[in-house]
């Protein structure tokens, strides 16, 4: 399988549902190192089923079709960037990436210390996306 036109490149995504997830899966079927940071519990998108891909039977895992589409060709960590520790690996993450792709609402990077400012004293080459529904 040939390595893509964007091998090399490595995207952070910090979004869920769909604009987020589908940019970020152009870029990871085109080669791109994706990882994909879920809040503790997972991307809610797990669960927007049917149709389900996995067991149906109680304590089996199954998880919506839709997520593992838009989803495809990425990496993915749990982490809970409201905490220090969660920040600290975002930040760490984003000092080693070219792109970042997130669509939370106006003001919550800046709430949690992730300005553009601060992404850019982290990553001064970081290209930031913001993709969003709410200005």
């Given amino acids: 399988m040939?390595?893509?036109?964007?091998a090399g490149l490595r995207v952070l995504e910090l979004s869920t549902v769909l604009a987020g997830p589908y940019c970020a899966m152009v870029?990871?079927?085109l080669g791109a190192d994706v990882i994909k940071v879920e809040p503790p519990e997972g991307?809610?998108?797990r669960g927007y089923g049917?149709?389900?891909?996995g067991p149906a039977e109680p304590?089996?895992?199954?998880v919506a079709a839709y997520f593992l589409s838009v989803n495809r060709?990425?990496?993915?960590?749990?982490?809970?960037?409201?905490?220090?520790?969660?920040?600290?690996?975002?930040?760490?993450?984003?000092?080693r990436s070219d792109v970042l792709?997130?669509?939370?609402?106006?003001g919550v990077l800046d709430r949690l210390g992730l300005s553009p400012a601060d992404l850019a004293a982290l990553n001064p080459a970081l290209v930031q996306l913001s993709?969003?529904?709410?200005?």
Avoid: M
Wanted: hydrophobic share 30%.
């Fill in 2 to 6: 040939p390595a893509g036109s964007l």
């Fill in 27 to 29: 870029l990871a079927d």
């Fill in 43 to 45: 991307d809610a998108t």
């Fill in 50 to 53: 049917p149709p389900w891909i």
């Fill in 59 to 62: 304590g089996g895992e199954r």
């Fill in 73 to 95: 060709n990425k990496r993915s960590i749990r982490l809970d960037v409201r905490r220090p520790e969660g920040r600290e690996i975002v930040s760490r993450l984003i000092g």
């Fill in 101 to 106: 792709i997130e669509n939370f609402r106006p």
């Fill in 131 to 135: 993709i969003t529904g709410y200005g």
